[in-house]
């Protein structure tokens, strides 16, 4: 072709792959929505005609409970799928700041469950000496479904700690700690993928929580990593950041 029109044509197939992209991912989504929202919206039927058929006031109301339980799973489904389209067709650089960890994670632990759910979880002293350069949506993203699954996978009594260390190259590290059953070794690089659940799972999961993890730190340019705990039950999730994406708190922002 004449050289003068390439740059025209180069940028047509640029945007035709670009309409190809969206159109896939379109088709994707729909197809993991009718999936996977087929399960429960059947459970959450049968669970209405118990109710309705019921001989007695007890077995009406559990079945109502499990009606309840069903709406709880559906819409934390349909909120998970909504954050992964939204991951999946973001496009272009991200604004970050320097976010104070423990602070954000104490407020993001508040607005999830109040009191009862920030007296499950401490806080190590790292946590609040470290802050993170990252998007402040992609932030809170990460971190409330990590705690999400950690509150689902611990018993009532079991203990959820929050801790970060930074490192000698400059990069940090922050974890969680769960006393859930863990994720068995085998199963680790299999459950940050999409509607893939571990054999040890909740009965709320969805296989979503650790897949939009796994994007929201990418797009950070950090990364996931999952581990077992030496010698006991449970999972540590840790969200690994590199150089220049972590520093020690200042005094205006570290909690004493």
């Known amino acids: 072709m004449p050289s003068e029109i390439r740059p025209l044509v180069d940028a047509l197939n640029r945007l035709f792959g670009k309409v190809v992209a969206a159109r896939e991912h379109e088709r994707t989504f729909l197809a993991y929505a009718a999936h996977e929202l087929r399960t429960p919206l059947a459970g959450l039927k049968t669970q209405v005609q118990v109710a309705m058929q019921a ?6 109301d559990a079945a109502l409970a499990q009606t309840l339980s069903a ?26 700041v320097w976010i104070p960890v423990e602070e954000r994670l104490r407020d993001l632990l508040a607005a999830m469950g109040g009191l009862p759910a920030l007296e499950r979880v401490a806080f190590g002293p790292g946590v609040m000496t470290i802050e993170i350069r990252m998007d402040e949506d992609l932030f809170d993203l990460a971190m409330r479904n990590l705690m999400e699954n950690a509150l689902l996978m611990t018993p009532p009594d079991g203990v959820i700690t929050w801790d970060a260390a930074l490192g000698a190259d400059g990069g940090a590290i922050l ?8 994720i068995a070794e085998a199963e680790r690089a299999l459950v940050i993928r999409r509607f893939v659940r571990g054999s040890r799972r909740a009965k709320l999961g969805s296989g979503l929580g650790l897949s939009i993890v796994t994007m929201a730190l990418e797009q950070s340019g ?10 006991s039950p449970g999972l540590r999730a840790s969200a690994i950041f590199g150089p220049r994406l972590a520093r020690r708190a200042t005094p205006a922002t570290a909690r004493l």
Do not use: F
């Open 55 to 60: 001989p007695d006031a007890t077995m009406r």
């Open 222 to 231: 950090a990364r996931l990593q999952l581990a077992g705990r030496d010698g």
């Open 175 to 182: 974890s969680i700690t769960d006393d859930g059953p863990g």
């Open 71 to 96: 709406v709880d799973q559906s819409a934390r489904l349909v909120q998970q799928l909504l954050t992964v389209s939204r991951l999946d067709s973001s496009v272009g650089p991200i604004a970050t």
